[in-house]
């Protein structure tokens, strides 16, 4: 069924589907020319999407000026968004589904949780958290596998005004306890043990040791999710199911400055350690509501899924703020893709009767190695709009997705963006916007992407261009700064290219206006949609002590997009071998988290390196991806002969 694809492919939306879509080509551009003319006006209308306790008269007061980077959204404004999410719907939905919990097992249950019951157990954990001493402003880390608790813990933050910072549950306790301390968290909610793929998580040994690094203050919430066993430190470590049986079922919901911190999530960067991206309660909560409305075309009544983890900005903005904020219905879902089988999504999508279903292109790849066998077991008759997220598609997973889990009748939406933007930035609207497979295609309403020379920094202005993306003005979905290094925030998005903000991602333009990104232009690599800072890996492989020195590059991998491929210069006297390779596989994992697993490891007596001493990763890149025959220029290295031994002994032979 599926045709070859070719990069001229162009799929407009049926007629049929724009006649019913919120936004239909004219309009997008109307609404979007508008947006732009007068992003004042714009902003003030869509501001009102969320309800304000005291409504903002102050609508955008943003600059991206060098020394002055200050970004504030409907600034007087008060509001509260776990009542956004959830108090202003009782009256209209109330006994409406909120929260479908899928859990890992299909043989268990899936829970329906109604927009009442959210109520009662947010307010229950709210009143939990209070009881344990966090206050408006407090950290609080949460650190759960994907159950309804998280949505709860997370909207429970909001309610009281304390700032969540999610640890996504496969990372190592190192790098959770670098993380509490990074910001300070004054509690930590985690679990018994998180199944995942028939397999478990010790989460609360997990937390025990990391803990062990951080202060003895730190209280622990401890949700019951296997009711296996765990160890316990009174005083410290509190039973979540047990005080959630006496805590109150109303706490009242704080009144929070528009611009106050709703959360903190950790991301990687191309340096150092990763880095606490803020986002705030108003501006950020208005444009997930908006896009998730838009993008994916979201009707009342509809049944919307995110496979996403809520460890990861997608899970924020698209299975809980977004999606709740506008009364949908969302699915949470505890498994992965290929357990029991390799059915498993598709099974769900029938059995929930999923609308729109949202994803990332590993998955997918993942998924099409297995054939159409298993999703033509399985009616996906319901579903109206597919998404992708975290990484460039290909044009094989994109037709796949199309013909097989679409039919050929569902728009797909590849939406661009990242964690520091909140929501979406480029997307095609469903109703909208003719889709060329692997193209991220326009701006979303508000914003103001630009090319630039990556040398000069200068604009490029002709329709077709390529260069370094960046975007020139805010939207209210930005992030405001760096916890606690608002210089950092400035360094790392606005000083390589002055007044716009910095992506770190490449892109070309074609003659259509059409955007499609080429990956980063830094030092992150994109493994199975995560984002990951290759000095992350390399900080984790020095650490070990027979390691003098590491470069990690990322290399094309057929599932994961791209894989870890890591040279390794060993301490004097130290033999390589396959066990110390396994050894330092293993070492990684428990650094960071399987996430980080090198998948190639190549001895490297020496690296590439200019007489300076700077790595040349170029040509480290090269190597990896087997295309040592266009090194360039290699004259500048002070050892020019380390790269034919590099070659000669490269890992990634195909
Ligand atoms: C939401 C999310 C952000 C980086 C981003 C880019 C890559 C995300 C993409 C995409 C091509 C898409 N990326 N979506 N590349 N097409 N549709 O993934 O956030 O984890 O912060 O990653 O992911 O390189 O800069 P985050």
């Known amino acids: 069924m599926t045709h070859a694809p070719s990069a001229d492919d162009r799929f407009a939306p049926s007629a049929a589907f724009a006649a019913k879509a919120h936004v239909t080509a004219d309009q997008y551009q109307a609404m979007y020319n508008a947006s732009i003319q007068d992003p004042e006006r714009f902003w003030a209308e869509h501001g ?55 859990p890992d097992d299909p043989k268990d249950a899936a829970q329906h949780i109604t927009y009442k019951e959210l109520h ?30 998280a949505a709860y813990a997370m909207l429970a933050c909001a309610r009281i005004g304390a700032v969540h910072s999610i640890v996504f549950a496969g990372f190592s306790p190192d790098a959770l306890g670098t993380r509490i301390n990074g910001c300070d968290a004054k509690v930590v909610i985690t679990a018994d043990h998180a199944p995942r793929g028939g397999r478990s998580t010790p989460l609360k040994s997990n937390t025990d040791a990391a803990l062990l690094h951080c202060k003895d203050s730190v209280k622990c919430l401890v949700v019951r999710r296997t009711g296996g066993q765990t160890s316990w430190a009174d005083g410290r470590d509190f039973d979540y199911n047990e005080m959630a049986m006496e805590a109150d079922d109303y706490c009242a919901p704080a009144e929070m400055g528009a611009e106050d911190p709703l959360f903190i999530l ?21 444009y997930a509501a908006m896009t998730h409305q838009y993008t994916f075309d979201y009707h009342d009544g509809d049944i919307f899924w995110c496979t996403a983890d809520v460890g990861w900005v997608t899970g924020h903005s698209y299975i809980v703020y977004g999606p709740l904020a506008n009364g949908a219905t969302t699915i949470m879902f505890e ?43 399985y009616d996906l008759s319901s579903i109206k709009v597919l998404g992708t997220v975290g990484e460039p598609i290909n044009p094989e997973a994109w037709n796949w997705y199309n013909d097989v889990i679409g039919k050929g009748k569902c728009p797909i939406v590849d939406t661009w963006w990242q964690t520091e933007t909140g929501g979406h930035l480029l997307t095609p609207l469903p109703g909208a916007i003719a889709t060329k497979p692997g193209s991220a295609t326009l701006p979303f309403f508000g914003v103001l992407p630009v090319i630039l020379d990556p040398q000069t920094g200068v604009e490029i202005t002709t329709t077709a261009a390529e260069g370094v993306l960046c975007i020139k003005d805010s939207w209210p979905g930005q992030m405001r700064t760096v916890y606690g290094d608002h210089e950092r925030f400035e360094k790392t998005y606005f000083s390589d290219y002055k007044n716009y903000y910095f992506t770190g991602d ?28 290759t000095a992350e890996v390399e900080s984790a492989l020095v650490a070990h002590a027979d390691v003098a020195e590491a470069a990690v590059v990322g290399y094309p991998h057929a599932i994961k997009g791209q894989g870890i491929y890591a040279y390794v210069t060993l301490m004097n006297g130290v033999e390589p071998s396959e066990d110390l390779r396994k050894d330092l596989v293993k070492w990684v994992r428990s650094e960071i988290g399987p996430i980080a697993s090198p998948d190639l490891i190549q001895w490297a007596p020496g690296l590439p390196k200019t007489r300076s001493g700077k790595i040349m990763r170029r040509i480290l890149r090269k190597i990896a991806e087997n295309d040592h025959t266009t090194l360039g220029d290699i004259s500048t290295l002070a050892d020019p002969s380390v790269v034919d031994h590099l070659i000669e002994h490269r890992m990634n032979k195909v």
Not at 64 to 90: M, Q
Not at 349 to 356: G, I, R, T
Not at 517 to 530: A, E, K, L, P, Y
């Open 120 to 149: 009662r157990r947010t307010c229950r954990m709210a009143n939990i958290l209070e009881t344990m001493g966090v206050r408006r402003g407090d950290r609080v880390v949460i650190y759960l596998p994907m159950i309804p608790e």
């Open 506 to 533: 490449g892109c070309r333009r074609d003659e259509d206006g059409y955007y499609w990104i080429t990956g980063r232009v830094d030092d992150v690599i994109n493994v199975s949609g995560h984002r990951m800072g």
């Open 266 to 286: 950790y991301t990687s960067g191309s340096t150092g350690q990763p880095k606490g991206v803020v986002h705030s309660s108003g501006g950020y909560l208005a």
């Open 48 to 102: 009102k999407r969320i309800d304000w306790i005291k409504p903002f008269t102050k609508v955008k007061s943003t600059s991206f000026a060098p020394g002055k980077i200050d970004i504030k959204w409907f600034e007087d404004g008060t509001l509260n968004v776990s009542a956004n999410c959830i108090d202003r719907h009782l009256e209209t939905r109330g006994d409406q589904t909120a929260i479908i919990w899928e």
């Open 335 to 377: 498994g992965v893709p290929t357990y029991p089988d390799a059915g498993r999504f598709w099974e769900v999508c029938q059995k929930h009767k999923v609308n729109q279903f949202y994803t990332a292109p590993t998955a997918l790849r993942a998924l099409m190695a297995h054939g159409n066998g298993p999703v033509e077991k």
